[in-house]
């Protein structure tokens, strides 16, 4: 069975695609999203190489400058 697309994907894919503004609901979704696919990597060795765009890293890192600054 075929899940429905998940918020947090969706609400990720609008910001990277420019359809949406960057904003705490982006940065939250990075955050499930992340903890999703360590879980996924600890279940299964095969997503070991599945990683986030350069585009998301951007943002993960935009985010943790300015929580840190």
Do not use: W, Y
């Given at each position: 069975?075929?899940?429905?697309?998940?918020?947090?994907?969706?609400?990720?894919?609008?910001?990277?695609?420019?359809?949406?503004?960057?904003?705490?609901?982006?940065?939250?979704?990075?955050?499930?999203?992340?903890?999703?696919?360590?879980h996924l990597?600890?279940?299964?060795?095969?997503?070991?190489?599945?990683?986030?765009?350069?585009?998301?890293?951007?943002?993960?890192?935009?985010?943790?400058?300015?929580?840190?600054?």
């Amino acid at each position: 069975m075929i899940e429905p697309e998940s918020t947090h994907f969706r609400i990720l894919r609008e910001t990277v695609t420019g359809q949406r503004g960057l904003d705490e609901k982006t940065f939250a979704s990075v955050a499930v999203l992340s903890e999703r696919l360590e879980h996924l990597r600890t279940l299964d060795c095969t997503f070991e190489g599945v990683s986030f765009s350069p585009a998301v890293e951007a943002m993960r890192k935009r985010h943790n400058a300015v929580a840190v600054g």
